[in-house]
């Protein structure tokens, strides 16, 4: 099951079909899947016949598109539709916890790649299906789980955990390099040299390769590295520090902006989008 990962540069080679799981051959519309991983495994670039909502309860998964990179802790899911190709690498140890979905059930899901805040319900239901034989039972316990998992994943809010993936060679110079070191605190002009473009060529390809300005991406991808480390055990001024803050005040700040929580939350709290209401474990 294991290959090389890919980079997105230019034409990827064609996704290898891996071999089919029982899982996904299963004629039911959602079934669990359960596998631990080691630290640094990589699943190599794959497709799916069914769709996947991928989650772990330990460790984090790094998901790889041809358009964009996505980083899925505990507490959220990656929903990837049916032939998407995808590889996945293992940041730590992990505990992998995933969705097959039947093409009539992932019709309640995301149009597209995205990362889902999971629900304490959904996180319960997911645990509940993996415990579940691939053919479970049609008159059974998995088709109430089905169908409440279906409604959950229709109401689940999105999260911003990826970031495109842009292909120009002259600004992929500049995303590895902060990828590398997120605190990197160069500007576009100080990059430019290094590139190989004007500091106006760069912005105008972040515009259009990712969407985003070059300050919007990079500090989603800081903001992203840091909840990795807070979930890695890594004191919050420490995580400030590795991505780029210079005080932990601000980080506190953005982080609660971006993801809903506070840098001391995000070992206990699923991440969840602001605004949303704290579940029983998070109230005070």
Do not use: K, N
């Amino acid at each position: 099951m294991f290959g090389q990962s890919f980079s997105p540069i230019g034409q990827p080679p064609p996704p290898r079909s891996p071999r089919t799981l029982t899982h996904e051959q299963a004629d039911r519309p959602i079934v669990g899947y359960a596998r631990e991983f080691a630290a640094a495994d990589d699943t190599g670039r794959h497709a799916h016949l069914r769709a996947q909502l991928l989650s772990a309860v330990r460790g984090v998964l790094r998901v790889q598109t041809d358009a964009a990179g996505y980083v899925v802790p505990p507490g959220a899911g990656l929903y990837v539709p049916a032939r998407v190709a995808h590889a996945v690498r293992m940041d730590g140890a992990v505990a992998m916890r995933a969705l097959f979905l039947r093409a009539d059930a992932a019709r309640a899901a995301p149009p597209q790649v995205a990362v889902i805040a999971l629900s304490p319900l959904l996180r319960a239901l997911i645990d509940a299906a993996c415990a579940e034989p691939p053919e479970w039972d049609l008159h059974g316990r998995g088709v109430h789980l089905a169908a409440l998992m279906q409604d959950e994943i229709a109401r689940a809010a999105s999260l911003p955990l990826g970031l495109p993936a842009p292909r120009d060679q002259r600004l992929r110079r500049v995303t590895e390099a902060l990828a590398a070191r997120p605190d990197d605190p160069r500007d576009l002009d100080a990059f430019a040299a290094a590139a190989g473009a004007s500091a106006r060529t760069l912005a105008r390809l972040f515009r259009r390769e990712t969407g985003m300005s070059f300050r919007d991406w990079r500090r989603q991808l800081r903001l992203t590295e840091a909840l990795v480390l807070l979930h890695a055990g890594t004191p919050p001024a420490r995580a400030a520090a590795a991505v780029g803050y210079r005080g932990s005040s601000a980080f506190g700040a953005a982080l609660r902006a971006v993801f809903g929580v506070a840098p001391g939350q995000v070992r206990s709290l699923a991440v969840r989008p602001p605004g949303a209401i704290p579940d029983a474990r998070g109230a005070r």
